[in-house]
């Protein structure tokens, strides 16, 4: 039988507790707003992850 663990962790977005746990579909955010902001975040390129770019090969004719 194993035991449930009820982990508390900060949202990412807002920082408030959130229960990261199975009943929470939202997690690791506190609420659907903080997991919707944070995703829109994203769709807007405002978080990147890091690395080198990419360098573009102006003569592919192929991506055109």
């Known amino acids: 039988m194993t ?3 009820d982990l508390i962790v900060p949202c990412p ?3 408030k507790d959130a229960r990261y746990h199975h009943s929470n579909p939202s997690r690791p955010f506190c609420s ?3 997991r919707l902001i944070d995703l829109g975040a994203w769709a807007n390129e405002e978080h990147r992850i890091a690395g080198d ?3 573009v090969d102006d003569t592919d004719d192929s991506i055109h």
């Open 3 to 5: 035991e449930e663990i």
């Open 13 to 15: 977005r807002c920082g």
């Open 32 to 34: 659907e707003r903080c």
């Open 53 to 55: 770019p990419v360098p």
